[in-house]
């Protein structure tokens, strides 16, 4: 069985600043891991996806992920954090073409 | 290309009454899920399409839930004698085959009230 834990459900950071949002999966075989954004009153986009190659995982919008199968973390990274990161960021864990386990998801507030 | 699309993208039923959830994948993708976000639960998954595979129920809440998917295409989602718990938004999603199968697309999802 799969699952995933979400650490903190808000993050604020300032404009400018590093964002680091974080996530811990739990899988009894090799998992697929992804982080999708939701801004308000839409649907989910995917960031970025981890299937078994590289660790560091590059996304859209400067956003990147390492897979740390050590410490079963997958965290979300930017160095710099613009007004418009601010969104809803969902973990998630699958085995390849099967459903998504969601985590409880991060809301990230950006001040000017 | 068009994404997923789902129609109502807003739904106002009273308590008893049965609705109906559409979603359109997108063109070519052999999979289709169904997933329920609600602010007591978080975002479930509800059910799963793969091509003329049987569907993966495990997701669905109760009995009053129901899906099924028409020539591997068009889906549509089945709430029967709705009760205030389903009041929730209705996220579909599709994934194509080949090297992207693991990628799901969502739709903008449909908002039901059941008052």
């Known amino acids: 069985a799969q699952s995933v834990t979400q650490l903190g459900s808000h993050v604020s950071v300032s404009e400018g600043a590093l964002v680091l949002l974080r996530c811990n999966y739990s899988?009894?075989?090799?998992?697929?891991l992804f982080w999708y954004v939701q801004y308000p009153n839409q649907g989910l986009q995917l960031l970025l996806k981890?299937?078994?190659?590289?660790?560091l995982v590059k996304g859209i919008n400067g956003f990147e992920a390492e897979f740390k199968k050590s410490e079963t973390s997958f965290h979300l990274t930017k160095p710099s954090a613009h007004m418009s990161d601010a969104a809803e960021y969902f973990c998630?864990?699958?085995?390849?073409?099967?459903?998504?386990?969601f985590g409880t998801g991060t809301r990230l507030q950006v001040f000017p | 290309g068009a994404g997923v699309s789902q129609s109502p993208s807003n739904k106002v039923t009273e308590k008893g009454k049965d609705v109906e959830l559409r979603c359109d994948p997108i063109?070519?993708?052999?999979?289709l899920y169904w997933y329920r976000q609600s602010l007591g639960q978080g975002l479930e998954f509800l059910i799963y399409?793969?091509?003329?595979?049987?569907?993966?129920k495990s997701g669905l809440p109760s009995d009053r839930f129901s899906a099924e998917r028409t020539g591997g295409s068009v889906s549509t989602l089945t709430i029967q004698r709705t009760q205030q718990e389903d009041s929730a938004v209705y996220l579909c999603?599709?994934?194509?085959?080949?090297?992207?199968?693991?990628?799901?697309?969502f739709g903008p999802g449909t908002r039901l009230t059941v008052l």
């Open positions: 399409f793969q091509g003329n595979s049987a569907p993966d």
């Open positions: 899988s009894s075989v090799p998992p697929y």
């Open positions: 998630a864990v699958s085995v390849r073409t099967d459903k998504l386990i």
């Open positions: 999603a599709s994934s194509p085959a080949g090297a992207d199968t693991d990628t799901q697309y």
């Open positions: 063109s070519g993708h052999t999979a």
């Open positions: 981890y299937t078994s190659a590289a660790t």
